[in-house]
């Protein structure tokens, strides 16, 4: 228990001074500091990596699996680079999101920030079910996998459309929630007025962006669980993925138009952890071969991207079928 406490205390202290300290007054995030922040993220997590050895090689706590220290450390490190890289297409539909709000970049920040709080309860929520059912249920990891391929199929063959937020369910439902203004009010979700408590666009952004992630959890979760069904394990690797999406967002945004054969990357992930997991009662794969399929996959899908962009009209044609 002292390891879970402490692990959800270490997150606490670094939203502290995320929300506190570095970003304390709302700006405007440049590339140069966005890159920063994404290293320094990405270094927590690949740090933690020599964490989870320790821990499980020194038995501090509770390993059902009866892993090793360094079996422990290879399956947290191939569920961090999953979820990190199911995120990409996150980060593109946020990017949409915040441009159909008229958010400006300048209080963004602030928007994303409550969105990895609210992630990172709904995510513990989800994963406990899901450790659950698959303990409960053998048979489960057949429909976890089954469901990973209907999506890898599902964006390998749906054509690309314009997503409006404002024409969601989401959105409407929210409206008849609260009394709704159009006008930013600097970084306030809420604003009294005539004592009324009134919703800004920013709070209507924090709402869908909070459902899409949970409908986006609906992918990566089952693929983290096709790695490890450890709970510990499942939920560092997943929460320290969604700490660094905020500043991955701003990193990569601008760049995504650049990558756009990455999405067939995803495909190939999720694809083969579909596999995985329904011939997991048959076939063992050793875990570094997990970590290959996703780095070659991504490494694949950004070199083609550099080497045969796609022209303005293939990417019309796309969008226009």
Known sequence: MIVWISFIVLVTIFLGLDLFVFNRNAHVISTKEASKFTALWVGIALAFTAVIYFIYDAGYLANPDQLSGADAALKYLTGYLIELSLSIDNIFVIAVIFKSFSISTKYQHRV??????????????????????????????YIFGGFL????YSMLS??????????SKIYKFAKKLFPVTDRIEGQQLFIKKMGKRIATPLFLALVVIEITDILFALDSIP???????????????????????RSMYFFLSNLLDKFQYIHYSLVAILAFVGLKMLSVHYI????????VVIFVSLLVGALFSIYYPATPQEKKNKKNP
């Open 158 to 167: 749906s054509k690309e459309e314009e997503f409006d937020p404002k024409t």
């Open 149 to 152: 391929l209907y999506t890898a």
């Open 284 to 291: 063992h794969l050793p875990e570094w071969i997990s970590l």
């Open 223 to 245: 693929a983290i669980l096709a790695i490890t069904k450890d709970p510990f394990l499942v939920f560092s690797s997943n929460i320290l993925a969604i700490m660094g999406l």
């Open 112 to 141: 994303l920030f409550w969105g990895i709080v609210g992630a990172l309860v709904f995510r513990a929520l989800m994963i406990l079910f899901g450790i659950a059912l698959i303990n409960e249920i053998s048979w489960m990891t």
